[in-house]
């Protein structure tokens, strides 16, 4: 089973800054099968990003996805206050799903 | 409109058997393959299983395999998920979500969740 390792495990930061979000994987991972979710309190997961660089529909411009291999990162490139949430990595492999721990985004 | 819709949670005492239920609507649910994944309270995501779009092959986390069986029904448009030995590491919500399409394996829609207590 291929684990996910997200870092850092809390990122604190104020609305405009830039948020950098790790996700490490065991062993390699083909990019088409990496995504990113983000989850608020109370509500279902929300796909961001799949295929590693591919921002799902209707998500803004300000997230990014990029990587490859075991390295993936997710960057949202000026916060608003809708941003602060957990998000989460997510890979397929070996006809398994899994997903990294999670990284909170939270209020400086 | 693509909705999801579970149901069948609740409070079930260790070693007893739940059966949950996800409606889907608003798309061609025969076509797509649908996971479940479940959540601890207060914990991260964590996968349970998959079927594929005609329900021929199915795949489960080694943690639940052999005690959880997924099925569908496409001419209901129903997703199940009959759990059984239930133990109080199971307790968790339970969401169903719709695979984006047949060869991208990750969720674009994802239900509201129906909670499962695992508890004497």
């Known amino acids: 089973e291929i684990v996910l390792t997200q870092s850092p495990g809390t990122l604190s930061l104020s609305p405009g800054e830039r948020a950098t979000l790790s996700c490490r994987a065991s062993?390699?991972?083909?990019?088409?099968?990496l995504a990113w979710y983000q989850q608020k309190p109370g509500q279902a997961p929300r796909l961001l990003i799949y295929?590693?660089?591919s921002r799902a529909t209707g998500i803004p411009d300000r997230f990014s996805g990029s990587g490859s291999g075991t390295d993936f990162t997710l960057s949202i490139s000026r916060l608003e206050p809708e941003d602060f949430a957990v998000y989460y990595c997510?890979?397929?492999?070996?006809?398994?799903?899994?997903f990294g721990q999670g990284t909170k985004v939270e209020f400086k | 409109e693509v909705q999801l819709l579970e149901s069948g949670g609740g409070l079930v005492q260790p070693g007893g058997s739940l059966r949950l239920s996800c409606a889907a609507s608003?798309?061609?649910?025969?076509?797509?393959?649908m996971s479940w994944v479940r959540q601890a309270p207060g914990k991260g995501l964590e996968w349970v299983s998959h079927?594929?779009?005609?329900?021929?092959?199915?795949y489960y986390a080694d943690s639940v395999k052999g005690r959880f069986t997924v099925s569908r029904d496409n001419s209901k448009n129903t997703l199940y998920l009959q759990m059984n030995s239930l133990r109080a590491e199971d307790t968790a919500v339970y969401y169903c979500?719709?695979?984006?399409?047949?060869?991208?394996?990750?969720?674009?829609?994802w239900g509201q969740g129906t909670l499962v207590t695992v508890s004497s």
């Open positions: 295929g590693a660089s």
């Open positions: 997510q890979q397929f492999g070996g006809s398994q799903w899994t």
């Open positions: 608003g798309f061609t649910f025969s076509a797509y393959g």
């Open positions: 062993q390699s991972v083909s990019s088409s099968h």
């Open positions: 979500a719709k695979r984006l399409t047949p060869t991208i394996t990750v969720f674009d829609y």
């Open positions: 079927i594929i779009a005609s329900g021929g092959t199915t």
